[in-house]
């Protein structure tokens, strides 16, 4: 089991900065692929952003690159997400998640959740 524990999210202002983190406890850390979804309200989730085992790969959804970051310190056991040049369709609840399947972008391939952070994206 891993244990994953988002925080970071608040309410902040278009074109503005968040980053996310996200502490992980239980199995090793650094065996798992890591991934950011999120899911705004009446939307399936979506794949933010993902990063392999031991951080050498990472893929982003479309809607976020170029603005979006992801990166982990294996060594803290913690995933970051830093978010620049927000918009109104960031806002969301922001998710992390660890896989056995590195580089996938279906959340069904990720077996360990995050109770999410909401972030929301203010004019």
């Known amino acids: 089991q891993v244990q994953l524990v988002e925080s970071g999210g608040g309410l902040v202002q278009a074109g503005g900065s968040l980053r996310l983190s996200c502490a992980a406890s239980?199995?090793?850390?650094?065996?798992?692929?890591l991934g950011w979804f999120r899911q705004a309200p009446g939307k399936e989730r979506e794949f933010v952003a993902g990063i392999s085992w031991r951080g050498g790969r990472t893929n982003y959804g479309d809607a976020v690159k170029g603005r979006f970051t992801i990166s982990r310190d294996n060594a803290k056991d913690t995933t970051y997400l830093q978010m620049n040049s927000l918009n109104l369709e960031d806002t969301a609840v922001y998710y992390c998640?660890?896989?056995?399947?590195?580089?996938?972008?279906?959340?069904?391939?990720?077996?360990?959740w995050g109770q999410g952070t909401q972030v929301t994206v203010s004019s």
């Open positions: 998640a660890a896989t056995n399947t590195d580089g996938s972008t279906d959340y069904r391939s990720y077996d360990y």
């Open positions: 239980g199995r090793t850390f650094s065996w798992y692929g």
